[in-house]
């Protein structure tokens, strides 16, 4: 039952689109997608692992239990599984960049549902993060990146450095304008109030050659 959803995977993934795909493979992919029993053999594996290559896919990684579907037996046959995923392609990524999973709390169910969140990039304005070196300089500012660093992101190396530096901009920019304020507005401002002067001094200037030639 599960080829002919490997071989619609490998369908789409010939075509030059944003894809995404989300929901109950009824595999793994690595040794710490499951806990309890007996280990797990791998061989089961490669040939979803195989697709997922050929594809192209990248697993978008998760926040919350790192778990999606459980047997519901006893304590000692009790078997946990992350058989739940979502995964896109490159173009997906260029597209919706701030795209994430988050595993929900299971009811009535033997699977957590997903809940997949998706922002599309405004291709018209890139708003780039820019680091302040008077943040440095509070007394907060590390333990601010600390507390933001450590907190846990599942997924390949590659994914969680990506997910971490995502969240820590976000999170600097946040608390930057709760500790400052806009301080690009501020910067605005004073230009503005500088330009003003030279804009008079200017004025007058031109009044009095005009004043003069009469």
Request: proline share 4%; glycine share 4%.
């Amino acid at each position: 039952m599960r080829r002919p959803l490997w071989d619609r995977l490998l369908h789409f993934a010939s075509r030059d689109i944003p894809w995404c795909t989300i929901g109950d493979f009824n595999v793994i992919t690595n040794m710490e997608e499951k806990t309890g029993e007996m280990p797990y053999n791998m061989n089961k594996s490669l040939e979803f692992i195989s697709v997922i290559e050929a594809c192209g896919l990248i697993d978008l990684g998760y926040t919350g239990l790192p778990y999606t579907w459980c047997n519901q037996r006893n304590a000692q046959a009790r078997v946990w599984k992350r058989l739940d995923r979502s995964m896109v392609n490159d173009k997906w990524l260029e597209t919706m960049p701030q795209t994430t999973i988050e595993h929900l709390s299971s009811v009535g169910s033997d699977h957590s549902p997903l809940l997949l969140e998706m922002v599309r990039k405004n291709e018209d304005h890139i708003k780039y993060f820019k680091f302040l070196h008077c943040w440095v300089n509070n007394e907060i500012f590390m333990e601010t990146v600390q507390n933001c660093w450590e907190r846990e992101v599942t997924g390949n190396p590659m994914w969680k450095l990506h997910q971490k530096m995502k969240r820590l901009t976000s999170t600097l920019s946040n608390w930057s304008k709760r500790e400052y304020g806009d301080i690009y507005a501020k910067v605005k401002e004073f230009e503005e109030n500088i330009r003003k002067p030279r804009k008079s001094r200017l004025l007058i200037t031109r009044s009095s050659r005009v004043s003069y030639i009469s």
